[in-house]
């Protein structure tokens, strides 16, 4: 029998197999036949990144006998690997390590290109890393009088012999520091492509001399009131780093349509809301850059979400047109530029990616929740529900997917609410009223403790009881709607001010005290109709597309943003926000907007999918559709007259109601419903 | 017999014909043929490019039995747009006359889109109008909250369907000012869309309020002594303004190595001098703009040469590495970018194209001199040298392209003369020596008259008579040749001095006096070895590149650049500084360079052009060739001992020679050659 020259290799967990000649590095097998895995260096047993174990118990099921020197023995090249960067018992570096004899690598999962990012628990689907900047380290051939060329010239061959990367440009920066990176690299450098630059095109947006394996990206979310930025390695796809900072256009008006009107006002006003957003920007890179330990410099992308007042104010348009209809947008194209043109100072090759948006009041907030919701991925209708000023509120599944935007206002984040103040230490977040006494009890942010329980007072003495942020609105007014204080009209009955002195007269109406002292925390009746409007906007336009769509109910639903995720979803069905659904199927989606700009961020797939995606969303404009009013005002009930199905027996345990007869101030009866 | 529905319509100079319903508008038509019809209004009759005319005496030819209605009668439309703008007798808008009978249609040049443009005696070959930039009239779809979308998006929907232009990107400053000008156009607007930017896509650059027509780009030749510009009108091609402005540089080192030097002294000189260049092309910019009586903001695109220093220090690359061995440049590769990131003040949204380098010492502007004399396109051997510092020579045919960099010097551009300065008013630019009397006549910059002639005094009073320029020195090297006052070997013979008072001992040498007075004007033994140095350089980097293609003689020879545009190229080959080649085929090119850049311009397909030959030019560094020093020391005599087939008889009737016995100074004996 004549020996084989050549052995059978199968790598796990792909289950690719192929036969090579007796000698072939693992690395190369793998590349022939397309198994992912990670390399840097390009097989100088520099990066470590191409990591393998012999899949020990795999052998037979692969049918292959064991054989004790299937693989070349530990080299001296790994050994000096090893003492340098350390490498776990039993890894060895495929690029260093030939095959022998039949055998069985397994690639482990931080040795893929595309291996996955665990998502959180609120989250739907993890991340498969595909970023768009990837890292080459080349050996470029030397300058040479006899065969005269150019020193980019030769680095573009080294790309392309080496990594098969072609069709690169090149910006001046790069090239006015190429030659000295060459030198100090000693013809060794490591090159940054970018592969989906404006135009479709490949970038080579930085180098470094020698060799260099850490890059990041920000993913940011521009909002309103705060901007918030997570910094994630683009190899490992983890985020390292992340901040929040408030938004500086704050001084020119607190709301979106206060800065949209501060421009109307002052011609030019826009370019001092770009400028500061910019600057701030900065602040907040260089924030998490300094946590994470690491070099501006070494952030080579950014992704941007926001809604359109954000978008086009940090993008430098003039957000007028969008104050007043028709509501266009300048542009709804997601844009990709060099970050340097958006004033960022990160890497001078830093490239800047900002997703689409949906429609004129459907930012690119938005496509970051249709991007981390996946709806057209999902055969179940799924809603989505951002809401902020307004409420973006997406509604489909693979099959149609539909966008609206309602006009809210700021009642849910605590504005226009005479005790209302922003989710902040002192600000009320969870409220219990006992519905036969009308007593309350409730939490402050800032302390685990309950109003009734010991030691609450000088929890709380830092910061006072200052006040009910949004998502404590939702619980009070809902609560109060379970004790009978409020009506499903959303009345405040001053019949209950014979039960409880928390029931006071307020001018002709009633206000209901949850707390006494300084300052007074009060809900008015002023309160209540606030919240009604906003809840009847919200599940008005929830309502619209579901007519678009003939549905009567979702599958699911997923609540976004901060107010999203602080909301109980019990209270938010009893209030009636949001359609009937199962209520194990109501979640809050975190900042979905954000973790949109995540995963855009970690995979250029995505950034294909969503611009995709966006283009096939049908865009509803309430503003314009007749039926919208008609479901805002069925939607002022508590829960809604629209939506009997809202069966609040599976949602929270009511005691029966019980009437009673009282006498009011000016004489005359009152019925009460009491429950107890 | 049944009425026809058709037409027949031929077009000339194209001879394109085809049947269409009668009606039809004559541009549909041609458009459909692909007959070459220029049209930036789409048909609206507003820009007035697509005139034509009745090709009344071609019908017989084309077989078309003459027909008095053949076209619809001119409209209110045509006689609007005469009142306004003009239509000469006999010229009609095609977009709004239609068929109505068979018929000749003549395009005149002006309405095509690929015009010739003629170029003036010196030049190659015409240039084919093909700009990268283009203008779009378009009617954009008002933003309807019917059917939500952004403005951008309806703009790139007109440009597809009103002219079928797709992928487009767009700068962000395009975006921030696209809503003013479609509220200013009334949803009317003209875009200019460059469909040769970096990456190879196609960009959105500028747009305009309604209807605009003139666009124009700048074709730059960034020397290192003086930046000429040229602007260009990028429909017609006209070159509506010529400016040039001396390069700021100068104060940094006069020479190109003396700026090297500057950078290598002064780490970060670079800097100064790229900020001092880009300044200088921002004044010259303005300086044709006003010319022109255009705005800044109507350039689109600049196209820049210039040799590797300039082409580094402009782009703002240290070009240190350019003053050693190896030679090598950052990149030879062209340059495609937003002229904004050279910190040029055109239109936002203009781009910059800079030609290929094609060595370390043969740069862009020697792309520019393929470009213009297409020595890839000829069957003939043609040798193009342009002679600056160093001399850029170019060598070849279709077949094969060859170019070095040969290191003259600066004698030829007046600098290393006792007596040499710049071509500017004084400087002796021709000259005569009486081969009897020794005695001089000459010309200087700035007059007609010659110094023998009546009324030369008065004529140079101004300026005075103050050096001799480059051609200058050719001619009076050569001229002291043929009078003997040097011989082969370049000595001034000082028994001389016995014919003439005009040589005169000057130290251990002797001196040709060509006129006393203040300052003295002579030239030195020191002179004209420097230029035999410089001829020497020159001709053997031309006989290197001859021997590489196994030539002894070439067929056309051309001068680019201001030194070979001035000297008489009789005297060039009396001095041996070209090869053999007949007379009548040696010529100067004018500044081919400056060509080249007008040609990329003008015609995208140039710049793909110069690419592709750029990289199969073979490149010679002279600097490794052992031949090459064998060649120099061979070229220093007069002619040249390796070319003893240039007969001088061919080129001046030269009177025999006798000899004199004199004696001179130490009181041997000398024998003079004398003629006459």
Redesign the interface.
């Known amino acids: 029998m004549t020996e084989r020259t050549d052995a059978l290799i199968v790598f796990t967990p792909s289950g690719k197999r192929g036969r090579f000649p007796l000698g072939t590095p693992v690395l190369t097998a793998a590349r022939s036949l397309g198994v992912d895995i990670d390399s840097v260096c390009g097989g100088r047993a520099i990066c470590g990144r191409c990591q393998i174990t012999v899949g020990e118990g795999e052998f037979a099921k692969h049918g292959i006998t064991s054989a004790v020197d299937h693989l070349s023995a530990f080299s001296k090249v790994e050994e000096r690997y090893d003492k340098l960067r350390g490498l776990a018992s039993g890894r060895r570096l495929s690029c260093q390590t030939q095959l022998l004899a039949d055998v069985v690598i397994d690639v482990p999962a931080e040795s893929q290109v595309h291996r996955q990012v665990i998502r959180k628990a609120a989250e739907v689907r993890d991340i498969e890393m595909d970023p768009a900047t990837r890292l080459y380290y080349i050996e470029v051939e030397q ?4 065969k ?6 030769r680095v573009y061959r080294a790309l392309a012999e080496q990594w098969a990367v072609r069709d690169l ?4 920066a790069i ?2 520091s ?3 990176a060459l030198k100090k690299g000693e013809w060794k450098i490591t090159c940054a492509v970018n592969s989906r ?5 490949k ?1 080579l947006v930085a180098i470094w001399p020698g060799f260099h394996d850490r890059i990041f990206g920000l993913a940011v979310d521009v909002g309103s009131t705060t901007v918030a930025a997570h910094l994630a390695n683009l190899t490992s796809g983890d985020v390292v780093a992340s901040a929040g900072i408030m938004n500086p256009q704050i001084r020119f008006g607190e709301d979106l349509m206060s800065r949209v009107s501060y421009v109307m006002m002052n011609p030019g006003g826009e370019k001092e809301m770009t400028a500061a957003i910019r600057e701030a920007m900065n602040t907040l890179a260089a924030q998490v850059a300094t946590q994470a330990g690491i070099e501006l410099s070494d952030i080579l992308e950014i992704v941007l979400v926001g809604n359109p007042v954000m978008h086009h104010l940090f ?4 957000p ?2 969008l104050g007043g ?9 997601a ?1 990709t ?1 060099p970050a340097r ?2 004033d960022l100072k990160l890497n001078p090759g830093a490239q800047a990616y900002v997703l689409p ?1 949906i ?2 009041h459907v930012g690119a907030d938005a496509a970051g929740v249709v991007l981390s919701e996946a709806p057209q991925d999902s055969d179940e209708i799924i809603l989505a529900v951002d809401v902020g000023t307004n409420a973006e509120i997406i509604l489909g599944s693979k099959a149609r997917l539909l966008a609206c935007s309602s006009p809210t206002g700021p009642a849910f984040e605590g504005a226009q609410i005479s005790c209302g103040q922003r989710a902040a230490p002192g600000a009320i977040e969870r409220i219990r009223i006992d519905p036969v006494t009308l007593e309350p009890r409730f939490r402050v942010i800032g302390s685990e403790l309950w109003s009734d329980e010991p030691g609450f007072d000088a929890a709380v003495a830092a910061t006072g009881v200052t006040g009910i942020c949004g998502s404590g609105i939702i619980e009070v007014i809902a609560e109060m709607y379970l004790a009978g204080i409020i009506n499903q009209d959303g009345l405040v009955d001053g019949g209950m001010a014979a039960v409880s002195p928390r029931v006071r007269a307020h001018g002709r109406t009633f206000t209901y005290v949850v707390r006494d002292g300084e300052p007074l925390i009060s809900i008015t009746q002023n309160d209540v109709r606030a919240i009604q409007l906003a809840k009847a906007a919200l599940y008005a336009g929830v309502r619209l597309l579901m007519d678009k769509l003939g549905l009567e109910q979702v599958d699911r639903i997923r609540l976004a943003g901060a107010f999203g995720s602080h909301i109980d979803v019990k209270y938010a069905m009893i209030l009636g926000l949001i359609p009937d659904c199962a209520l194990e199927h109501v979640s809050s989606a975190g900042n979905a907007a954000g973790t949109g700009a995540r995963i855009a961020l970690l995979n250029k797939g995505a950034r294909d999918e969503i611009e995709a995606v966006v283009r096939r969303i049908e ?1 509803i ?1 309430t ?2 559709e007749p039926k919208f009013q008609q479901h805002f005002v069925e939607a002022m009930a508590i829960p809604h007259k629209t939506a009997p199905y809202v069966n609040l027996s599976k949602v929270v345990t009511l005691p029966p109601i019980k009437e009673i007869q009282t006498t009011d101030d000016s004489g005359g009866e009152r019925r009460k419903r009491r429950r107890g």
């Open positions: 300058a040479d009088m006899h005269p060329s150019s020193d980019l010239e440009t090149c910006n001046l090239i006015a190429l030659q000295a630059v404006a135009g479709g095109g970038e993008l430098g348009i003039d007028t047109e209809a028709p509501f266009a947008l300048a542009t709804g194209l844009i530029c043109e958006l948006c429609a004129g865009k404009e503003a314009v």
